[in-house]
């Protein structure tokens, strides 16, 4: 197992994640516990010893079957990450009810690892506002008491987003948890987000390393590319190894559904193999062929802004498109943001004028692009 080492604690390099444990009957609120349980003994056998949940995981039974499989185990021989669900508007104001609760889900007596989950466009104002929430006073409470050892925080907002976080509480955050994956390293702009969080001196977590699956089943061209490079490698496999180069990340989580998974991310993360300059360049061709197949060719010039009528922020709206029509199935990113938009700068708020086509160099039909955009969501 590869190990990286958080101030004094050295921690295994694969974390395992409990948000997509294996189920009964496709139901994602009830949780296959045998199986789920004896994933957690092999992969604490084979040396994992991080191991992450949350409030809302498997409709809330997450914390209970993963509480119950580490009981079995001394507290020194796992570290526990859970969340304070900020996703949730309605939560705030309930950390302290939250916070017990899930203390008494997880059978422990502190979290080694605690979050605010998913800061973002939706709940940042909500974050910040210490008058009248208190959450983030709360658990740097819990912190000093002892329930939390460490303090960080994860996040699928924005470049801007995370930077009104950091302004805020750069200086109690110890660790940041990211989407980062070799076709979002441009596409949802990971690299620039790294690049911030290694200003702030503060080491990265990664979630979706494999965008939910998505980049470990390519396409066969994509595939058969990367079997000339490395005929030895799964494909699933490229995605860790490119992680395994970025020496900010510490932490890569993965939710594994099955005995399968757990084996083919038990070896990958036996040694450290991390990508060469030619390799990753391969993957960020085959990650500029897949998104453009889908992408609206916006270059953000914003001449389109200066003649809609409606002010709205046409450059953004396209690039959240991008990325809705992209992930397709369990696409969030881009509700999530727009939910934090006013209606009338919404995809729906566009009048089909046309006024911004005349302006635009790509010649992007904008009007057309929003309408549909407006219908998906």
């Known amino acids: 197992m590869i190990y990286r080492t958080f101030q004094d604690t050295q921690l295994s390099m694969l974390g395992f994640g409990a948000m997509r444990l294996p189920i009964l009957d496709g139901d994602d609120a009830k949780i296959d516990e045998k199986k789920a349980l004896a994933m957690v003994d092999r992969a604490i056998h084979a040396g994992v010893n991080y191991f992450d949940t949350a409030w809302g995981y498997h409709a809330g039974n997450s914390e209970t079957i993963l509480g119950k499989a580490l009981s079995k185990y001394p507290r020194s021989a796992y570290y526990l990450a859970d969340k304070f669900p900020g996703y949730d508007l309605s939560n705030f104001g309930k950390h302290e009810t939250i916070f017990a609760e899930q203390l008494k889900k997880c059978q422990v007596d502190h979290f080694d690892f605690y979050l605010c989950h998913n800061v973002c466009e939706l709940n940042i104002d909500a974050y910040l506002d210490e008058n009248k929430y208190h959450t ?188 809705h029509t992209f992930t397709q199935t369990g696409a969030f990113i881009a509700p999530m943001a727009l939910s934090a938009l006013p209606a009338d700068k919404q995809p729906s708020a566009c009048l089909h004028c046309r006024s911004c086509e005349k302006v635009c160099p790509q010649q992007i039909k904008i009007s057309e692009i929003l309408g549909d955009f407006a219908s998906r969501l």
């Open 136 to 323: 983030l006073s709360f658990l740097k409470e819990q912190k000093k008491n002892g329930r939390i050892r460490h303090l960080g925080f994860s996040a699928h907002g924005n470049l801007e987003t995370i930077e009104r976080f950091l302004d805020a509480y750069g200086d109690d955050m110890e660790f940041c948890q990211l989407q980062i994956n070799w076709l979002d390293w441009d596409f949802q702009n990971a690299k620039e987000k790294v690049e911030l969080l290694k200003k702030h001196g503060l080491p990265i977590w990664v979630m979706e390393p494999l965008r939910g699956g998505k980049l470990a089943n390519l396409a066969a061209p994509y595939a058969e590319k990367l079997r000339e490079l490395r005929p030895e490698e799964e494909i699933p496999a490229w995605s860790f190894r490119f992680l395994q180069a970025i020496p900010e990340v510490t932490v890569v989580l993965s939710g594994m559904s099955d005995e399968q998974q757990l084996t083919s991310n038990l070896n990958t993360f036996a040694a450290e193999k991390p990508l060469n300059a030619e390799e990753k360049q391969t993957l960020f061709t085959i990650a500029k062929d897949m998104t453009e197949k889908t992408s609206v060719p916006c270059t953000a010039c914003r001449y389109c802004t200066t003649h809609c009528p409606q002010g709205l922020n046409i450059p953004y709206l396209l690039e959240l498109y991008n990325e």
